[in-house]
């Protein structure tokens, strides 16, 4: 049974920093893409930040863009995201999700994306 679980959601002021895990059981994570998104309420999903199996190629939001770093740890099964001087507005549920290799590599949600986990909240304040 696959298991994803993401961990390091809080409440932070804006200009502030946090870092997401996300760990993936029961299932081969070296041959999986890996991604985070989130979705504010009111807002659709959107994809923040993405990581291709081999960690060679990753993808941004253009809202991220020097702000977030996705990572990866595939002899841990955990993925990462650090996110630095955060604003109000990346506010949201931050959902950590797999993709099978076999899928080409993207940051879409609706893409291949089987495996979801429960989200972890983010909030910060102006």
């Known amino acids: 049974q696959v298991q994803v679980l993401e961990s390091g959601g809080g409440s932070v002021q804006a200009g502030g920093s946090l870092r997401l895990s996300c760990t993936a059981s029961?299932?081969?994570?070296?041959?999986?893409?890996m991604g985070w998104f989130r979705q504010a309420p009111g807002k659709e999903r959107e994809g923040v930040a993405c990581?291709?199996?081999?960690?060679?190629?990753?993808y941004y939001a253009d809202s991220v863009k020097g702000r977030f770093t996705i990572s990866r740890d595939n002899a841990k099964n955990t993925l990462y995201l650090q996110m630095n001087s955060l604003k109000p507005e990346d506010t949201a549920m931050y959902y950590c999700?797999?993709?099978?290799?076999?899928?080409?590599?993207?940051?879409?949600?609706?893409?291949?994306?089987?495996?979801w986990g429960q989200g972890t909240q983010v909030t910060v304040s102006s």
């Open positions: 999700a797999a993709a099978d290799r076999s899928w080409d590599f993207s940051c879409s949600g609706s893409w291949g994306y089987k495996y």
């Open positions: 029961g299932l081969t994570f070296d041959v999986y893409h």
């Open positions: 990581i291709n199996w081999s960690a060679v190629r990753t």
